[in-house]
């Protein structure tokens, strides 16, 4: 769940954003059927089988538009749900749930879709020790959103963006002359708390990066045979990420190498929505609402 300052200082302008690209002037088609407030209710029905995530988010909408909108919610984030199931009855100004509808449902499904394909990676971790991460592989402006999905679904955050940690990849390294230059300079600048990773294509890299002290060395789309060379040659003096492709299909031939970190950008990049509905909307006399 999102604490209130995340959700109000980082969450709502995002969300509100979000809303005004749905809504430049007005809801024309709404205002057409609907030109007075009435109290409706909806509900929230799912459409396949998944893990749910996002609920937060999905009232929020609704909140923004009008503070006196109410959900009831039958499950929570990171629940298993079902075909058909109900997940919530929601009640507010028929114009609002109208309104925020689209908005609403477009966080939920693609937040409970990315929780779902992570949980059916990490799934497939479970019991080696080994932490499923993400990457910064995600949608513009839905980085909250989405990485929250991912450890909703079972898997782990990376650094969240570039001022949260250091990564010595491909580019930097070239434009630093090198690995041992790279770490180097990243020793010098960065703070002293920060560990250093070091992405290694080869095992040349990986000698330079043990040699420089890395802390983390990420093996970046290797063979399984150079990932095994690699391995060995580290020898437990960094850690080990394995990293480039890694997808459902080819993540159980890795878990066995004796690695800390999986990481895959698929889980935020190419994990489908969950199908969602809200259905059955109708109005509701006050007192009932």
């Known amino acids: 769940m999102f604490d209130p300052l995340t959700l109000q200082l980082s969450a709502d302008p995002l969300i509100l954003n979000a809303l005004k690209e ?19 209710e909806a509900s929230l029905i799912c459409k396949q089988d998944g893990i749910i995530c996002g609920l937060q988010i999905f009232e929020r909408v609704f909140y923004l538009l009008d503070p006196h909108t109410e959900a009831d919610f039958y499950v929570t984030d990171g629940d298993a749900v079902h075909n058909g199931q109900l997940i919530a009855t929601i009640r507010g100004d028929i114009r609002i749930l109208l309104g925020g509808e689209r908005t609403a449902l477009n966080y939920l499904q ?12 990490a799934s497939l971790l479970e019991g080696t020790g080994i932490r499923l991460l993400d990457t910064r592989k995600t949608s513009p402006n839905n980085r909250i959103f989405e990485k929250y999905a991912v450890r909703t679904g079972g898997g782990n955050n990376h650094r969240y963006n570039l001022s949260d940690g250091v990564l010595l990849k491909d580019n930097h390294i070239s434009v630093a002359g090198g690995v041992r230059n790279a770490i180097r300079m990243a020793r010098d600048y960065a ?5 250093i990773e070091v992405e290694a294509e080869s095992a040349g890299m990986v000698r330079e990066a043990l040699e420089a002290g890395a802390d983390i060395i990420m093996l970046d ?3 399984y045979e150079q990932m095994k060379e690699s391995i060995e040659l580290i020898a437990g003096q960094a850690e080990i990420e394995i990293s480039g492709n890694v997808t459902a299909e080819n993540i159980s031939k890795l878990k066995d190498l004796g690695v800390n970190y999986i990481s895959c950008g698929a889980l935020t990049h190419s994990a489908p929505i969950m199908d969602l509905s809200l259905k059955n909307l109708h109005a509701v006399q006050e007192a009932d609402a």
């Open 191 to 195: 703070p002293f708390v920060r560990r």
């Open 110 to 121: 693609r937040m409970s879709g990315i929780a779902t394909y992570t949980h059916s990676i």
């Open 221 to 223: 789309n290797m063979s």
């Open 22 to 40: 749905d809504i430049t002037s007005e809801d024309v088609t709404t205002n057409s059927v609907m030109p007075h407030p009435q109290q409706g």
